[in-house]
Protein backbone atom coordinates (compact mmCIF):
# COMPACT_ATOMS: atom_id res chain seq x y z
CA UNK A 1 0.00 0.00 0.00
CA UNK A 2 1.22 3.46 -0.78
CA UNK A 3 0.54 6.43 1.33
CA UNK A 4 -0.61 10.17 -0.06
CA UNK A 5 -1.14 13.05 1.67
CA UNK A 6 -3.58 15.00 0.00
CA UNK A 7 -4.34 19.06 -0.16
CA UNK A 8 -7.67 20.31 -1.24
CA UNK A 9 -8.41 23.67 -2.23
CA UNK A 10 -11.89 25.14 -4.02
CA UNK A 11 -14.59 27.18 -3.23
CA UNK A 12 -16.82 25.69 -0.65
CA UNK A 13 -19.96 24.20 -2.10
CA UNK A 14 -22.09 21.05 -1.35
CA UNK A 15 -20.63 17.56 -2.68
CA UNK A 16 -16.96 18.63 -2.99
CA UNK A 17 -15.79 16.15 -0.47
CA UNK A 18 -18.08 13.36 -1.84
CA UNK A 19 -16.20 13.83 -5.28
CA UNK A 20 -13.15 13.47 -3.28
CA UNK A 21 -14.28 10.69 -1.57
CA UNK A 22 -16.15 9.08 -4.89
CA UNK A 23 -12.22 9.26 -6.52
CA UNK A 24 -10.63 7.51 -3.89
CA UNK A 25 -12.67 4.89 -3.34
CA UNK A 26 -12.97 4.42 -6.75
CA UNK A 27 -9.48 3.42 -6.98
CA UNK A 28 -9.18 1.07 -3.93
CA UNK A 29 -8.24 3.85 -1.34
CA UNK A 30 -9.22 3.83 2.11
CA UNK A 31 -9.21 7.51 3.53
CA UNK A 32 -7.29 7.21 6.78
CA UNK A 33 -7.76 10.33 8.25
CA UNK A 34 -8.58 14.74 7.35
CA UNK A 35 -8.48 18.03 8.78
CA UNK A 36 -10.92 20.47 6.74
CA UNK A 37 -12.08 23.83 7.08
CA UNK A 38 -14.51 26.49 5.42
CA UNK A 39 -13.31 30.21 5.50
CA UNK A 40 -14.18 33.17 3.91
CA UNK A 41 -15.83 31.24 1.28
CA UNK A 42 -13.46 29.00 0.91
CA UNK A 43 -12.36 24.98 1.59
CA UNK A 44 -9.63 23.55 2.93
CA UNK A 45 -8.51 20.08 3.75
CA UNK A 46 -5.85 17.58 4.39
CA UNK A 47 -6.19 14.32 4.17
CA UNK A 48 -3.88 10.78 4.38
CA UNK A 49 -5.24 8.29 2.29
CA UNK A 50 -3.90 4.58 1.45
CA UNK A 51 -4.04 3.39 -2.25
CA UNK A 52 -2.74 -0.11 -3.15
CA UNK A 53 0.46 0.40 -5.46
CA UNK A 54 -0.97 -0.50 -8.90
CA UNK A 55 -3.58 2.14 -8.47
CA UNK A 56 -1.73 5.00 -7.14
CA UNK A 57 -1.09 6.55 -10.85
CA UNK A 58 -5.15 6.10 -11.68
CA UNK A 59 -5.82 7.71 -8.61
CA UNK A 60 -3.58 10.72 -8.75
CA UNK A 61 -4.69 11.24 -12.62
CA UNK A 62 -8.85 10.84 -10.98
CA UNK A 63 -8.09 13.44 -8.19
CA UNK A 64 -5.68 15.98 -10.84
CA UNK A 65 -8.79 15.80 -13.12
CA UNK A 66 -11.08 17.48 -10.27
CA UNK A 67 -9.33 20.48 -11.29
CA UNK A 68 -12.67 20.12 -13.90
CA UNK A 69 -15.01 20.99 -11.17
CA UNK A 70 -12.68 23.90 -9.74
CA UNK A 71 -10.93 21.86 -6.91
CA UNK A 72 -7.46 21.84 -6.77
CA UNK A 73 -5.69 18.80 -5.62
CA UNK A 74 -2.04 18.28 -4.30
CA UNK A 75 -0.27 15.23 -3.95
CA UNK A 76 2.32 14.55 -1.84
CA UNK A 77 3.73 11.76 0.09
CA UNK A 78 2.96 9.92 3.19
CA UNK A 79 5.11 8.41 6.01
CA UNK A 80 4.39 6.38 8.63
CA UNK A 81 6.94 6.67 10.97
CA UNK A 82 8.40 9.59 13.44
CA UNK A 83 12.06 9.88 13.38
CA UNK A 84 12.11 11.54 16.91
CA UNK A 85 11.31 10.58 19.95
CA UNK A 86 8.18 12.96 20.99
CA UNK A 87 5.48 13.29 23.57
CA UNK A 88 2.04 14.97 22.10
CA UNK A 89 1.32 18.19 23.95
CA UNK A 90 -1.32 20.63 23.69
CA UNK A 91 -0.67 23.92 24.19
CA UNK A 92 -3.23 26.91 24.43
CA UNK A 93 -2.25 30.25 24.41
CA UNK A 94 -4.19 33.96 25.00
CA UNK A 95 -2.23 37.50 24.51
CA UNK A 96 -2.91 40.74 23.12
CA UNK A 97 -3.14 40.91 19.30
CA UNK A 98 -0.59 42.20 17.45
CA UNK A 99 1.10 41.99 13.92
CA UNK A 100 3.76 39.21 13.89
CA UNK A 101 2.72 36.85 16.69
CA UNK A 102 2.11 33.64 14.78
CA UNK A 103 5.97 34.52 13.14
CA UNK A 104 7.39 34.60 16.76
CA UNK A 105 5.74 31.74 18.44
CA UNK A 106 6.68 29.07 15.28
CA UNK A 107 9.87 30.55 15.54
CA UNK A 108 10.84 29.88 18.92
CA UNK A 109 8.92 26.20 18.42
CA UNK A 110 11.21 25.64 15.72
CA UNK A 111 13.98 26.27 17.43
CA UNK A 112 13.26 24.61 20.69
CA UNK A 113 12.64 21.21 18.10
CA UNK A 114 9.25 21.31 18.64
CA UNK A 115 6.65 20.06 15.47
CA UNK A 116 3.42 22.16 14.66
CA UNK A 117 1.14 19.49 13.78
CA UNK A 118 -2.26 21.34 13.99
CA UNK A 119 -2.86 24.74 14.95
CA UNK A 120 -6.15 26.81 15.29
CA UNK A 121 -6.07 30.89 16.04
CA UNK A 122 -8.63 33.34 16.57
CA UNK A 123 -8.45 37.28 16.90
CA UNK A 124 -11.36 38.73 18.82
CA UNK A 125 -12.44 41.15 21.13
CA UNK A 126 -11.41 41.21 24.83
CA UNK A 127 -14.57 41.09 27.36
CA UNK A 128 -14.07 43.98 29.19
CA UNK A 129 -12.01 46.09 27.22
CA UNK A 130 -12.41 45.40 23.72
CA UNK A 131 -8.94 45.12 23.08
CA UNK A 132 -8.34 42.45 20.53
CA UNK A 133 -6.81 39.22 22.08
CA UNK A 134 -5.27 36.59 19.83
CA UNK A 135 -5.84 33.29 21.14
CA UNK A 136 -4.23 29.67 19.87
CA UNK A 137 -4.80 26.43 20.10
CA UNK A 138 -2.00 23.92 18.72
CA UNK A 139 -1.32 19.99 18.99
CA UNK A 140 2.42 20.12 19.17
CA UNK A 141 5.50 17.11 19.30
CA UNK A 142 7.29 18.01 21.71
CA UNK A 143 10.79 16.69 21.74
CA UNK A 144 11.48 14.06 25.10
CA UNK A 145 14.12 15.91 26.27
CA UNK A 146 12.74 18.83 26.25
CA UNK A 147 10.87 19.95 29.89
CA UNK A 148 7.22 21.29 29.02
CA UNK A 149 8.50 24.01 32.10
CA UNK A 150 11.10 25.31 29.90
CA UNK A 151 9.22 25.38 26.61
CA UNK A 152 6.44 27.04 28.50
CA UNK A 153 8.83 29.64 30.01
CA UNK A 154 10.27 30.44 26.81
CA UNK A 155 7.22 30.81 25.26
CA UNK A 156 5.83 33.40 27.65
CA UNK A 157 9.09 35.68 27.20
CA UNK A 158 7.63 36.64 23.51
CA UNK A 159 5.14 38.88 25.58
CA UNK A 160 4.24 39.88 29.48
CA UNK A 161 0.87 39.44 28.78
CA UNK A 162 0.86 35.81 27.32
CA UNK A 163 -1.14 32.99 28.80
CA UNK A 164 0.58 29.92 28.10
CA UNK A 165 -1.12 26.67 29.48
CA UNK A 166 0.73 23.20 27.78
CA UNK A 167 -1.04 19.34 28.62
CA UNK A 168 0.28 16.10 27.83
CA UNK A 169 -2.61 14.66 25.19
CA UNK A 170 -1.83 11.03 26.18
Not at 28 to 53: D, K, T
Not at 142 to 150: G, H, K, R
Amino acid sequence: MDHLVLTIIAADKPGLVERVAQSIAAHGGNWLESRMAHMAGQFAGILRVSVPAENRQALVAALEDLSTHGIRVLVGEGSTGQALVSKPILMTLVGNDRSGIVREITALLSKQGVNLERLSTDVRPAPMSGDLLFSAEAHLQVPSTLSLEALQQSLETLADDLMVELRNED
